[in-house]
């Protein structure tokens, strides 16, 4: 065994690069590497980064000048840190990255994080290692399974990616080209990883996609699986209390997921279903392949599977070509479908999509505008859903002790942080909860079922968001 090493991960993004930056810690512990919070004691720092939208990829380079700084100062000091970059930028930018930043030892794209301990022993031999093939194996077969304490570490909700990439095209999203054709791992080894986190005191599982629900994993039986198939296989795994998935393309939805909510107790009633705008000729320059009808009904149909289902979702205003009316459409379909939350953003083109060839028509000041307006409609909606909850008796999964002392905070099934007065031993359990009131995006109540202590108001965390960050569909 060699001497323990400090390894700094820093995240962008989507719930994705949450989940591959626990696999790269997986990867790199049996090299001998253990993670710090801080990066200036580090003598490995990644920056796993997000190309999305504009504002993400420009943090990488600042981020790499502060990390430079760093860097140096460990130099002085006598210590060797060395700087990757993974995620998305790295997929799309490499060379770019290497020739911008000399401080860089190593770039690694997403389909290649199974060669990081390689590609680490090349840089510390003094060169600098750039990949980003979309290699021909698959990186789920070499990265090693996480460590019983790491998953224990990790807390009783996990993330489990089930398929990669996006074939959809819209014509202003960078997914198709930094994470490739879609991909979809097969059903057994999906079951393999979600028995070893339930085994290990995981209770909740997001299954996790750029475009979840093109799922077409192949099944024990030899056939292609859909996603409501791998759910409900999923259910019957002992322990496994909450299912849940995202992202989801609404063209992708077929009867099998729609049956699936009818049916699972444990698949919750909470689905992220991005549309990105209500008018029909933007979705079509969008290359959305549905229309707002199209969703409207889908929407229904979801309902109709189970009432009890809220919906979130993803906007961009002022898409190339995006008028007055066709901003009220979207504003009309928010309104229709009413969300219990969502994301909006301004479109920003990326570089090498179809849509950054488009003349932008939106004025920057429109574009600010019309944020405002829909974000201001999108809170409304999420404020009256969670002020619905008051008076009421949810089910809460607890998942830690929350930031003031005799405190434990959990989530209903969606996602609001929901916090009581209890004992540690609640965690990793559902209880119902009565909940009293309400402070900023936090549910405060006490528990239904007779506990001792259990009668206090308190303070919450100031989690500021109950959504998922999701990239995708
Ligand atoms: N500009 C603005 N928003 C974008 N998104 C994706 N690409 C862009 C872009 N070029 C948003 C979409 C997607 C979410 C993850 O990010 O709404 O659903
Ligand atoms: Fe695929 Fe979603 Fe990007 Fe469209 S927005 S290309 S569905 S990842």
């Not at 060379?95 to 990081?116: T, W």
């Not at 002022?318 to 928010?334: C, K, S």
Request: charged share 25%.
């Amino acid at each position: 065994m060699t001497q323990p090493r400090k390894l700094h991960i820093k995240s962008f993004g989507c719930q994705m690069n949450v989940y591959d930056a626990q696999r790269m810690v997986d990867a790199l512990a049996p090299e001998g590497f253990v993670e710090t919070a801080n990066p200036d004691e580090a003598d490995l720092v990644i920056l796993n980064t997000c190309h999305i939208r504009e504002k993400a990829s420009e943090k990488v380079y600042s981020e790499l000048g502060r990390l430079r700084v760093a860097k140096d100062e460990a130099a002085l000091q006598g210590r060797r840190m060395a700087i990757a970059v993974a995620g998305c930028v790295a997929q799309a930018e490499g060379a770019e990255i290497i020739r911008r930043q000399p401080a860089v030892d190593v770039v690694v794209g997403p389909q290649s994080y199974h060669h990081l301990p390689q590609l680490l022993a090349e840089a510390a031999r003094g060169g600098r290692a750039l990949e980003t093939e979309f290699p021909v194996e698959d990186k789920f077969g070499f990265l090693p399974p996480p460590q019983p304490d790491a998953i224990r570490a990790r807390g009783i909700s996990a993330f489990v990616t089930v398929q990669e990439g996006c074939d959809k095209f819209c014509t202003f999203c960078v997914v198709p080209y930094t994470r490739g054709a879609e991909v979809s791992r097969p059903v057994d080894k999906i079951v393999e990883d979600v028995r070893r986190l339930a085994d290990n005191g995981v209770r909740e599982i997001t299954l996790i996609g750029q475009n979840v629900n093109a799922y077409h994993g192949d099944g024990p039986d030899g056939r292609p699986w859909p996603l409501g198939d791998l759910l409900r296989h999923l259910a019957t795994i002992p322990g496994i209390a909450r299912l849940r998935y995202s992202t989801s393309h609404p063209r992708d939805v077929d009867q099998s997921l729609i049956d699936a909510h009818r049916d699972l107790p444990a698949l919750m009633p909470f689905v992220h279903l991005p549309v990105q705008s209500g008018s029909d000729a933007i979705l079509a320059a969008m290359n959305r392949k549905h229309t707002a009808d199209d969703y409207r009904r889908l929407a229904d149909r979801f309902r109709s599977a189970n009432p009890a289902i809220a919906f979130s979702s993803d906007f961009i205003v002022g898409f190339p070509g995006e008028t007055a009316e066709d901003f009220a459409a979207t504003l009309a379909l928010v309104t229709q479908i009413g969300y219990a939350g969502a994301y909006s953003f301004k479109y920003s083109p990326r570089p090498g999509t179809p849509a950054a060839e488009l003349q932008e028509t939106v004025s920057a000041a429109v574009m600010d505008e019309r944020l405002v307006r829909l974000q201001e409609l999108i809170d409304s909606q999420q404020s009256a859903f969670n002020e619905a909850a008051i008076g009421t008796t949810v089910e809460v999964l607890f998942e830690r002790a929350a930031r003031n002392p005799g405190q434990i905070v959990g989530r209903t099934a969606y996602l609001q942080p929901a916090h009581v007065m209890a004992g540690p031993e609640i965690i990793g359990r559902i209880l119902p909860v009565r909940i009293d009131s309400l402070e900023r995006y936090s549910l405060i109540g006490e528990l239904a079922a007779p506990q001792p202590h259990a009668a206090f108001v308190t303070r919450p965390d100031s989690s500021p968001q109950s959504l998922p960050i999701t990239t995708g569909a």
